[in-house]
T-cell receptor, first 110, second 114 residues
């Protein structure tokens, strides 16, 4: 089945720094999402980005489907950005069967 | 407000007891999912349903059961056959069809077996 890898596994930043999180996947996909899991466990949608580039405030994401990777950029990080970031790809390309990567744990220090 | 409601948020169970976790959505989504998350790990798919009265096993369905009698509701039963039931359980929903599968999650239910 499709494999999803994320790097780095852990990241510690000083407030105000920028960061790039990476998601690699082993097969072609039509659907990819980025999530932020906050300290209470809630998963928040960040981007639905099967291809191309999207921006939302300090966050942006780029997916290069032909090369099987996606990047999540966080600029001017804040302590509230702390948590775990997951990417998820649709394993059967019908938007109904996502497999999740292991996540990147981000800690932003004041 | 539209969203996904899971209950209870916290649940304690004795070994050998079945427990049912509730998931209700008012997003008019066709598909619903149950995921399990263990500490420090990613999410693993337990069951999913694309339409009422139909559901499919995910990667770790053993020891779990589901029903989908209504579009809005997808309850998960953790049976006594599940060997390690202590975990964080997340329910999600999405539209169906190609390229429309954006997932939305509930707040989760944390189950502890004593």
């Amino acid at each position: 089945g499709i494999q999803v890898e994320q790097s780095p596994p852990d990241l510690i930043l000083q407030e105000g720094a920028n960061s790039t999180l990476r998601c690699n996947f082993s097969d072609s996909v039509n659907n990819l999402q980025w999530f932020h899991q906050n300290p209470w466990g809630q998963l928040i949608n960040l981007f639905y980005i099967p291809s191309g580039t999207k921006q939302n405030g300090r966050l942006s994401a780029t997916t290069v489907a032909t090369e099987r990777y996606s990047l999540l950029y966080i600029s001017s990080s804040q302590t509230t950005d702390s948590g775990v970031y997951f990417c998820a790809v649709d394993r059967d390309n019908y938007g109904q069967n996502f497999v999740f990567g292991p996540g990147t744990r981000l800690s932003v220090l004041p | 407000d539209g969203g996904i409601t899971q209950s209870p948020k916290y649940l304690f169970r004795k070994e050998g007891q079945n427990v049912t976790l509730s998931c209700e959505q008012n997003l008019n989504h066709d598909a619903m999912y149950w995921y399990r998350q263990d500490p420090g790990q990613g999410l693993r798919l337990i069951y999913y349903s694309q339409i009422v009265n139909d559901f499919q096993k995910g990667d770790i369905a053993e020891g779990y059961s589901v029903s989908r009698e209504k579009k809005e509701s997808f309850p998960l039963t953790v049976t006594s056959a599940q060997k390690n039931p202590t975990a964080f359980y997340l329910c999600a929903s999405s539209l169906t069809g190609a390229n429309t599968g954006e997932l939305f999650f509930g707040e989760g239910s944390r189950l502890t077996v004593l």
